[in-house]
């Protein structure tokens, strides 16, 4: 099918871009890697009388270095620029770990990181790493900036705090200091297609060896990624024994009430995410611990 009709801007700045957005409120849609949006269109799922497109607007592509080891991307960044990005690699292995994941290399060639960031698809490898990584998500507007916690970002299902006449225009992924480990793993049914679960884990340790810090995020499990708060208790003071990842697991299994569709079922997610958690928090003790990279 094609799209329903609309008017069809694009514009060279971002100021251009968010004037458009103020004038056209609601009716209109930004289009970036148009990976999701396109199809969307074409079935008429979506049907939005403007279509404001930021692919000219070269300052909201940039991956740049930030103080404390973190690093800024713009969001026309591409999928692809991110994966072959030496600095990502240095500051940010988890996130060239999660890329290639996403979908194949011909949609991460033109798909956006603000483009997964804004489409918000709770099963979506972006919006859950962004809340791993205590990510601020910095949405503009003609009227001025704001930077949202990635925690508070992601409201439901392809819904976030947005607001009518907003964009993402930049990520900012704080450096974390020294001690840290990461651990992603996630489980579809061919490489390329969207998780049915999937865990992002962080752990600090501290000079005995033993957790005092971390961050346990599902993601394909409901409307938003879910941090495990109750699990990463459960993690506190633990050297990364077998025994007790187990207990995490459970306790991340044990919080989950996820749906059931076509691709597997809540009692499956459930169970498999509280292993996709177990698995993960071994790469991340052992990275913490100095014996990966
Ligand atoms: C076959 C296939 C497989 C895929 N597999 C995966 C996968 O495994 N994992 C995964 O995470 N993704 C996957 N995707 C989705 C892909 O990553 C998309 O690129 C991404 O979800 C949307 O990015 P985009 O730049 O293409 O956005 P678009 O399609 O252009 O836009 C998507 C939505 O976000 C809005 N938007 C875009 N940019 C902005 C912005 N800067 N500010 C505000 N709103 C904005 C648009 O208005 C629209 O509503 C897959 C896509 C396809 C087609």
């Known amino acids: ?30 289009l970036a890697g148009g990976q999701s949006l396109m199809p969307l269109m074409a ?25 404390g080891g973190g690093i800024n991307i713009g969001a026309l960044t591409r999928q692809r620029s991110v994966e072959l990005s030496d600095v990502v690699a240095q500051r940010f292995p988890m996130l060239s770990a999660m890329v290639p994941h996403i979908g194949h290399f011909q949609i991460r060639n033109r798909g956006t990181v603000g483009g997964s960031i804004a489409h918000a698809d709770p099963s979506a ?18 009227t001025g900036s704001r930077e949202v916690d990635a925690g508070d970002f992601f409201v439901t299902y392809f819904t976030t705090a947005a607001e009518t006449g907003e964009m993402v225009t930049e990520v900012r992924l704080p450096g974390s200091g020294a001690g840290w480990g990461w651990g992603f793993e996630e489980v579809c049914r061919r490489h390329g297609d969207f998780a049915m679960t999937g865990a992002f884990t962080r752990v600090h340790l501290d000079n005995n060896g033993a957790c005092d810090d971390s961050r346990i995020v599902i993601f394909g499990v409901g409307g938003t990624p ?68």
């Open 43 to 67: 079935m008429r799922l979506a049907r939005p009388p403007v279509v404001v497109d930021i692919n000219r607007i070269s300052a909201l592509e940039h991956i740049t270095s930030a103080d």
């Open 226 to 293: 879910v941090r495990i708060e109750s699990a990463e208790s459960v993690l506190r003071g633990s050297n990364g024994e077998m025994q007790s990842l187990e207990q995490v697991a459970a306790a991340v299994s044990e919080a989950l009430d996820p749906d059931s569709d076509i691709h597997a079922s809540a009692l499956y997610r459930k169970e498999v995410s509280g292993v996709m958690a177990r698995r993960a928090l071994v790469g991340a003790f052992r990275r913490a611990r100095g014996e990966e990279n």
């Open 1 to 30: 099918m094609k799209p329903a009709r609309f008017d069809y801007y694009a514009p060279q700045s971002t100021d251009e871009a968010l004037s458009l957005l103020s004038q056209h409120g609601d009716d209109a849609k930004v």
């Open 125 to 142: 490898e972006w919006p859950a790493f962004a809340m791993a990584s205590d990510a601020q998500i910095v949405l503009s507007s003609s």
